[in-house]
């Protein structure tokens, strides 16, 4: 039996399941060009050229809805849709398995308040804004059509145009014949015989059914590989969907931020295989743009495994979320950086990585330089972090490294491992923390909140509240970090388990924009 000295339970057994929303529900996308899901001010418009706004006749078209805030877990619905186009209710991903004429579906999505949003969108079905490329069966000289593809990514960067969307066929495709772009940056980067390989503004999906491997070129000790350099425009923004990333030396894609609606999806990481200090190695990382910072990036479904650095590190965004990343057997957590406004973290798992420190979520979550940019802020939800199997310090989730972040809130995850706090000042936060499950093995600050304070001179600015706190020997949870049967009366109201009770309320508003 759990003691009541280990564990902190909830003073209100009458909690509603439902938690209320901290942020106002924003339907990101699909929408039609030129309408904004927001009407704060800068918030940029759907851009014409997205994906989302085209399907190839006959081809299956694959979309997953992009929602931020409002209160968790969502459902979604369809009307108005074709013949054939269906949506699942959780998830919000839309399939047409068969365009064969324009449509334009209506898509809305309820939280659990019953706050509603809908969008419709119009889809133009035909082959003008498609090319293909195949590595097994295509040929450069070719026209890049369904019937004449393209062969390699160097035919695809000398025959696209700005707007083209590419079909990528099963295959391994490399930037050899490419040529190199390693402009400075801005950004730190290790010296060597690394290469970036640039695009301007990719729209890349695997064909339906076919898993296309992108590799870096990497070889231990022989060649330390290229990094795609991607970067996208007002109208045709980045659009990765369905590869996998091979073989890539401390960063597989750098994006350049500035650009609105990125979408990377369905992306499957082995690797980057090292991590270089101070170089922001990862699978993605997104340069600084203090004056001009990308809105509503969506990184959806993104898997890695055995890595030496980190799955995203994330500069100069503005209300993007991070989705159902699932990250195992690497050294280091994904990581919030600078001038990163109204992020989303929700729905992850980060589990078994194999190093101590910081192998969780973390991040500096710092202002920008001379004034310029804003202070960070955001949400954590729903998300699982395992760091049982590792040395102490095992940190889970790392907060305001650099004492700049305004409002967080972090709630409704299970943290095995640290919950660190850094350097709060009377300014920063509040950090409100709450319905929780937090195993560590060291007690917190104060006694018995198992949140580690470092450096905090106004601890008043931490608020932690009816979390589910203990020692591992409690056994609060099983070994996939899923609630042990003795907390059954907390399942759904603390950690990231969402719980059978949960269901969205009949909706009170209905928005449409």
């Given at each position: 039996?759990?003691?009541?000295?280990?564990?902190?339970?909830?003073?209100?057994?009458?909690?509603?399941?439902?938690?209320?929303?901290?942020?106002?529900?924003?339907?990101?996308?699909?929408?039609?060009?030129?309408?904004?899901?927001?009407?704060?001010?800068?918030?940029?418009?759907?851009?014409?050229?997205?994906?989302?706004?085209?399907?190839?006749?006959?081809?299956?078209?694959?979309?997953?809805?992009?929602?931020?805030?409002?209160?968790?877990?969502?459902?979604?619905?369809?009307?108005?849709?074709?013949?054939?186009m269906t949506i699942n209710a959780a998830s919000g991903e839309i399939?047409?398995?068969?365009?064969?004429?324009?449509?334009?579906?209506?898509?809305?999505?309820?939280?659990?308040?019953?706050?509603?949003?809908?969008?419709?969108?119009?889809?133009?079905?035909?082959?003008?804004?498609?090319?293909?490329?195949?590595?097994?069966?295509?040929?450069?000289?070719?026209?890049?059509?369904?019937?004449?593809?393209?062969?390699?990514?160097?035919?695809?960067?000398?025959?696209?145009?700005?707007?083209?969307?590419?079909?990528?066929?099963?295959?391994?495709?490399?930037?050899?014949?490419?040529?190199?772009?390693?402009?400075?940056?801005?950004?730190?980067?290790?010296?060597?015989?690394?290469?970036?390989?640039?695009?301007?503004?990719?729209?890349?999906?695997?064909?339906?059914?076919?898993?296309?491997?992108?590799?870096?070129?990497?070889?231990?000790?022989?060649?330390?590989?290229?990094?795609?350099?991607?970067?996208?425009?007002?109208?045709?923004?980045?659009?990765?969907?369905?590869?996998?990333?091979?073989?890539?030396?401390?960063?597989?894609?750098?994006?350049?931020?500035?650009?609105?609606?990125?979408?990377?999806?369905?992306?499957?990481?082995?690797?980057?295989?090292?991590?270089?200090?101070?170089?922001?190695?990862?699978?993605?990382?997104?340069?600084?743009?203090?004056?001009?910072?990308?809105?509503?990036?969506?990184?959806?479904?993104?898997?890695?495994?055995?890595?030496?650095?980190?799955?995203?590190?994330?500069?100069?965004?503005?209300?993007?979320?991070?989705?159902?990343?699932?990250?195992?057997?690497?050294?280091?957590?994904?990581?919030?950086?600078?001038?990163?406004?109204?992020?989303?973290?929700?729905?992850?798992?980060?589990?078994?990585?194999?190093?101590?420190?910081?192998g969780g979520f973390f991040g500096n979550m710092q202002f920008g330089?001379?004034?310029?940019?804003?202070?960070?802020?955001?949400?954590?939800r729903f998300n699982l972090v395992d760091r049982r199997n590792v040395?102490?310090?095992?940190?889970?989730?790392?907060?305001?490294?650099?004492?700049?972040?305004?409002?967080?809130?972090?709630?409704?995850?299970?943290?095995?491992?640290?919950?660190?706090?850094?350097?709060?000042?009377?300014?920063?936060?509040?950090?409100?923390?709450?319905?929780?499950?937090?195993?560590?093995?060291?007690?917190?600050?104060?006694?018995?909140?198992?949140?580690?304070?470092?450096?905090?001179?106004?601890?008043?600015?931490?608020?932690?509240?009816?979390?589910?706190?203990?020692?591992?020997?409690?056994?609060?949870?099983?070994?996939?970090?899923?609630?042990?049967?003795?907390?059954?009366?907390?399942?759904?109201?603390?950690?990231?388990?969402?719980?059978?009770?949960?269901?969205?309320?009949?909706?009170?508003?209905?928005?449409?924009?």
């Amino acid at each position: 039996m759990v003691s009541f000295r280990h564990v902190l339970i909830c003073l209100a057994l009458s909690c509603a399941p439902a938690l209320a929303a901290n942020y106002p529900l924003e339907l990101v996308s699909p929408r039609a060009a030129g309408t904004a899901p927001s009407s704060d001010a800068g918030t940029p418009s759907m851009p014409s050229g997205h994906r989302a706004l085209f399907a190839y006749p006959g081809i299956a078209y694959n979309i997953r809805a992009v929602v931020i805030a409002g209160a968790y877990p969502y459902t979604f619905s369809l009307s108005n849709a074709p013949s054939g186009m269906t949506i699942n209710a959780a998830s919000g991903e839309i399939n047409w398995p068969n365009p064969t004429a324009n449509a334009t579906p209506t898509i809305t999505v309820t939280d659990t308040e019953g706050t509603q949003r809908t969008a419709s969108w119009t889809i133009a079905v035909g082959t003008g804004p498609f090319k293909f490329v195949d590595s097994q069966n295509g040929n450069d000289s070719n026209a890049g059509t369904l019937q004449a593809p393209w062969r390699t990514l160097a035919g695809v960067a000398a025959g696209s145009r700005a707007g083209d969307i590419v079909y990528f066929r099963t295959g391994t495709y490399t930037t050899v014949g490419m040529p190199v772009d390693n402009a400075a940056s801005g950004e730190f980067q290790p010296t060597g015989n690394w290469q970036r390989v640039g695009f301007a503004a990719p729209r890349w999906i695997a064909f339906p059914g076919e898993s296309p491997i992108y590799d870096g070129g990497y070889q231990a000790n022989v060649r330390q590989g290229n990094i795609l350099l991607v970067g996208g425009t007002d109208t045709n923004p980045v659009y990765l969907d369905g590869f996998q990333m091979r073989n890539m030396w401390h960063m597989g894609i750098q994006f350049g931020s500035g650009s609105h609606y990125p979408v990377f999806r369905n992306l499957s990481f082995t690797g980057p295989s090292i991590g270089v200090d101070g170089a922001n190695s990862a699978g993605i990382m997104t340069t600084s743009s203090l004056t001009n910072p990308t809105y509503y990036a969506a990184y959806q479904r993104l898997t890695q495994t055995n890595a030496g650095s980190g799955l995203v590190k994330q500069y100069s965004h503005k209300k993007g979320l991070w989705e159902e990343f699932d990250i195992r057997n690497s050294t280091l957590g994904p990581d919030q950086k600078m001038h990163v406004v109204r992020f989303e973290v929700r729905k992850c798992v980060i589990a078994a990585n194999s190093s101590s420190g910081q192998g969780g979520f973390f991040g500096n979550m710092q202002f920008g330089s001379g004034g310029v940019g804003e202070r960070s802020s955001g949400e954590f939800r729903f998300n699982l972090v395992d760091r049982r199997n590792v040395s102490a310090p095992a940190i889970a989730l790392d907060l305001n490294q650099n004492g700049d972040t305004l409002n967080m809130f972090v709630y409704r995850n299970t943290f095995l491992g640290e919950l660190q706090v850094r350097g709060v000042m009377t300014d920063d936060g509040p950090f409100r923390i709450y319905q929780n499950v937090i195993v560590n093995s060291t007690s917190g600050t104060p006694a018995g909140s198992h949140i580690m304070h470092y450096e905090v001179v106004d601890p008043s600015r931490i608020l932690p509240t009816d979390n589910l706190v203990g020692f591992p020997a409690d056994n609060l949870v099983t070994a996939t970090g899923t609630l042990a049967p003795s907390q059954d009366r907390w399942r759904g109201l603390r950690g990231h388990e969402i719980g059978s009770e949960v269901r969205p309320r009949p909706p009170t508003a209905v928005a449409v924009q």
